[in-house]
């Protein structure tokens, strides 16, 4: 599966749109990665829990909106774009989007 941010993939000729695809994921905050992230807020640095909770919440929400794009007989994704919001205390959705269509 193709992913592009752009309209469109240098070198493929877009022949068909299929329309919107989307890949979600909700996380909660772990207790142990509160406690690490609080005790750097008084030194700083990176938050290193969060960054992997972050990293792995994209990785699934792309491979959900992949997955939904190829049941539907794309082989690629344009315009991909991200977008997180709480959905409840300390709890995230990380939402991936875009455009499904058949290259070559």
Do not use: C, W
């Not at 406690?35 to 938050?47: C, D, S």
């Not at 082989?75 to 205390?89: D, E």
């Amino acid at each position: 599966m193709l992913l592009s941010n752009t309209e469109e993939i240098p070198g493929q000729q877009i022949r068909e749109f299929y329309g919107v695809v989307t890949g979600s994921t909700v996380r909660a905050k772990h207790i142990g990665r509160d406690l690490m992230a609080g005790l750097k807020n008084l030194v700083g640095g990176e938050l290193k829990g969060y960054t992997e909770l972050l990293h792995e919440a994209r990785g699934e929400a792309i491979d959900r909106m992949a997955e939904q794009a190829r049941s539907i007989g794309a082989n690629a994704v344009v315009n991909v774009r991200f977008s997180t919001s709480s959905v409840a205390q300390g709890a995230a959705e990380l939402f991936a989007y875009g455009t499904a269509v058949r290259v070559e």
